[in-house]
T-cell receptor, first 116, second 115 residues
Framework: AQSVTQLGSHVSVSEGALVLLRCNYS??????LFWYVQYPNQGLQLLLK??????LVKGINGFEAEFKKSETSFHLTKPSAHMSDAAEYFC??????????????FGQGTILTVHP | GAGVSQSPSNKVTEKGKDVELRCDPI?????LYWYRQRLGQGLEFLIY????????KSGLPSDRFSAERTGESVSTLTIQRTQQEDSAVYLC?????????????FGPGTRLTVL
């Protein structure tokens, strides 16, 4: 079984400020972890993924995330927010094996608002 | 999304009617998934197809939901006797030979509204 919890359904930051979106997971098998972004009226786009290589993963648009097994976390960060980062962000987990293989389990999503 | 189109983009129907949602994936994909996104919620897995294996239907919420895939191309998700609780965005996703199962490419979705 696997699950994802995103802390904070809404996060608001000022342009230029640090972005931190929190994600905690549970998985009965070693996880693969993903962050997706959904811009208004657009489909989901992959930001970055962790697939058991380096624990610090860099993605598109300056985002990165760190896999911390001891904390079962995969928080998404960006040092300096840009207005164009305003979107909804989803954390997702997929089991590396077992019956959950291939299926993504998503968190509830976090809406990021960036103020000028 | 890269290589996935869905139709219709919007569908409004009356309670009790059947609806059919279509996913047209790029050729050569390795697996195809259906998810549902209800308002204010994350995506829920519904079903997935991979090769000639039996589809994993474990996420279908009731027997009113079914899905088929024609060969390794078009997939249709059918909802019979729709209920208001079925209102959601239905998303199709694929994996391809390059990404393996590590990345799913999502279509734009079909927004279903049941009145």
């Amino acid at each position: 079984a696997q699950s994802v919890t995103q802390l904070g359904s809404h996060v608001s930051v000022s342009e230029g400020a640090l972005v931190l979106l929190r994600c905690n997971y549970s998985s009965s098998v070693p996880p693969y972890l993903f962050w997706y972004v959904q811009y208004p009226n657009q489909g989901l786009q992959l930001l970055l993924k962790y697939t058991s290589a380096a624990t610090l993963v860099k993605g598109i648009n300056g985002f990165e995330a760190e896999f911390k097994k001891s904390e079962t976390s995969f928080h998404l960060t960006k040092p300096s927010a840009h207005m164009s980062d305003a979107a909804e962000y989803f954390c997702a987990v997929r089991g590396a094996g077992g019956t959950s293989y291939g299926k993504l389990t998503f968190g509830q999503g976090t809406i990021l608002t960036v103020h000028p | 999304g890269a290589g996935v189109s869905q139709s219709p983009s919007n569908k409004v129907t009356e309670k009790g009617k059947d609806v059919e949602l279509r996913c047209d994936p790029i050729s050569g994909h390795t697996a195809l998934y259906w998810y549902r996104q209800r308002l204010g919620q994350g995506l829920e897995f519904l079903i997935y197809f991979q090769g000639n294996s039996a589809p994993d239907k474990s996420g279908l919420p009731s027997d009113r939901f079914s899905a088929e895939r024609t060969g390794e191309s078009v997939s249709t998700l059918t909802i019979q006797r729709t209920q208001q609780e079925d209102s959601a965005v239905y998303l199709c996703a694929i994996t391809n030979g390059t990404s393996g199962l590590h990345e799913q490419f999502f279509g734009p979705g079909t927004r279903l509204t049941v009145l």
